[in-house]
């Protein structure tokens, strides 16, 4: 026999919010040492929500097919430095002043063929700005001023919303991956990813992105930060989820082996401007 309507236990006809499971968390926390245990174990309930929303992501993007070799790619829309309220590059900053080759940590701009050029694109998140409220004008201020760099360090940005902006000049050297700038497009996903997880919007953008600049300079690898600098955690782990995706998915190599070093290479390489 079913029990009366008003002893049946209530169900939830949505997930529990996020002000919600807060409120809860301060109520077990109130209930005294006993309700701790149910406060790791919603707190291991939430990390593990947000591990699996990384798994997730992964798992869409790995059914995106590659793009046959000799497809027409449509070029991605790039927001220009004048609609993001870009300074002016300042060829007088502090760790990155004057030009190369006459300084080799200076400001370098390629010449001829850039296809020449590039050979891999590096892969960064943001910390700590953030996926949602992050902007590239933040960004720079942080390359300018915090860093003392000539210009924000990337040549391109991917926004949370997919959206995807020009960054510094693509004929000018990168300040993103110290020691191994030259023939390197910096490439930042906007994000914490060692706290947040990349959207599905900027991770489909960001491969788009990828596949245009792989067409246009003949890119052969793909590498996170990490991998040129070992010292940083750079893209974050939830973006590190990626990067194998991304490499199968765009055609090419995981890692660092298509980094070809300037001659001659200055010995000093201890700042994100060096060669």
Not at 129 to 149: A, K, P, S
Not at 230 to 255: F, V
Request: glycine residues 12%; proline residues 7%; contains cysteine.
């Amino acid at each position: 026999m079913m029990p009366p309507p008003s002893s049946r236990p209530k169900t939830r006809k949505h997930p529990m919010s996020r002000r919600e499971a807060l409120l809860w968390i301060g109520t077990l926390t109130a209930g005294g040492g006993t309700a701790l245990c149910g406060v790791g174990g919603l707190i291991a309930l939430l990390i593990g929500r947000k591990n699996q929303e990384a798994v997730r992501l992964q798992t869409t993007l790995t059914a995106i097919a590659m793009t046959p070799p000799g497809t027409t790619l449509t070029p991605p829309v790039i927001i220009p430095r004048d609609q993001w309220g870009a300074r002016t590059v300042n060829h007088q900053a502090s760790n990155e002043s004057g030009f190369a080759p006459a300084n080799p940590l200076g400001w370098l701009e390629y010449q001829g063929d850039l296809a020449a050029v590039y050979s891999t694109v590096a892969i960064h998140h943001s910390y700590p700005v953030r996926r949602d409220t992050g902007t590239m004008r933040e960004l720079q201020d942080i390359h300018m001023d915090g860093q003392g760099w000539a210009d924000i360090g990337y040549h391109f940005g991917v926004g949370g919303d997919g959206k995807v902006y020009a960054g510094r000049d693509i004929r000018a050297r990168g300040s993103n991956v110290a020691g191994h700038n030259t023939g390197v497009i910096g490439v930042v996903a906007i994000g914490d990813f060692e706290s947040e997880v990349p959207a599905l919007a900027q991770l489909n953008a960001l491969q788009n992105l990828i596949l245009w600049l792989r067409a246009q300079y003949t890119l052969t690898h793909i590498a996170g930060h990490y991998e040129f600098n070992p010292d940083t955690q750079c893209p974050g782990k939830y973006l590190r989820l990626q990067l194998d995706t991304l490499a199968y998915n765009c055609g090419l190599t995981r890692g660092t082996g298509g980094y070809i070093p300037p001659t001659p290479i200055s010995l000093l390489t201890g700042r994100g401007c060096c060669p």
